[in-house]
T-cell receptor
Framework: SQTIHQWPATLVQPVGSPLSLECTVE??????LYWYRQAAGRGLQLLFY??????ISSEVPQNLSASRPQDRQFILSSKKLLLSDSGFYLC????????????FGPGTRLTVL | SQQGEEDPQALSIQEGENATMNCSYK?????LQWYRQNSGRGLVHLIL?????REKHSGRLRVTLDTSKKSSSLLITASRAADTASYFC????????????FGKGTRLSVIA
């Protein structure tokens, strides 16, 4: 069966510090991978998605970047965090085909102070 | 542009009652999906309904799709306190070359 991991679960970072969130998927090959951000009590904002190694599509131009160094690894990064980067970050995967159902990780709660 | 928009934003019912949530969208779709999110957790896929389907059931869940009105509804029958969560619809566009677009969700509270 497939499993998706995200870490860390919670993170408190000062403004201006770097960020690296990691997501890995087990039990499947060639997944589509996604990064979302969710503000408190709000809907999902798609940040990045990837249909293959090294292929990243950015949905929202901002302070963040994503990389996919391996087939089942997706990393969300920032060189300098802003207060507005606070939120709940979710990683998800789907089978090939952007219209397929997505499977979400447990999320990372990021607080930027 | 925003696809799925859920209605209502929040819903509070008594245990045992039925809960109905609606989703409207703007462009033609390949399928529409419903997800559930418990507080502080990731989303869980509930059900997918294709554009050529009108109704689908899964346990206590019933989903309808009206492509002429560009709307869908999620019905949870005989609700339980454990159904308390946020529910999101997500639409997959017909082109198939863009990711799912999620709505802002309906927050359901089931009071025991």
């Amino acid at each position: 069966s497939q499993t998706i991991h995200q870490w860390p679960a919670t993170l408190v970072q000062p403004v201006g510090s770097p960020l690296s969130l990691e997501c890995t998927v087990e039990g499947t090959s060639n997944p589509n991978l996604y990064w979302y951000r969710q503000a408190a009590g709000r809907g999902l904002q798609l940040l990045f998605y990837s249909v293959g190694i090294g292929q990243i599509s950015s949905e929202v131009p901002q302070n963040l970047s994503a990389s996919r160094p391996q087939d089942r690894q997706f990393i969300l990064s920032s060189k300098k965090l802003l207060l507005s980067d606070s939120g709940f970050y979710l990683c998800a995967w789907s089978r090939r085909g952007l219209f397929n159902e997505q499977f979400f990780g447990p999320g990372t709660r990021l607080t930027v102070l | 542009s925003q696809q799925g928009e859920e209605d209502p934003q929040a819903l509070s019912i008594q245990e045992g009652e039925n809960a109905t949530m609606n989703c409207s969208y703007k462009t033609s779709i390949n399928n529409l999906q419903w997800y559930r999110q418990n507080s502080g957790r990731g989303l869980v896929h509930l059900i997918l309904i294709r554009s050529n389907e009108r109704e689908k059931h899964s346990g206590r869940l019933r989903v309808t799709l009206d492509t002429s009105k560009k709307s869908s509804s999620l019905l949870i029958t005989a609700s339980r306190a454990a159904d308390t969560a946020s529910y999101f619809c997500a639409t997959a566009r017909n082109s198939g070359n863009t990711p799912l677009v999620f709505g802002k969700g309906t927050r359901l509270s089931v009071i025991a």
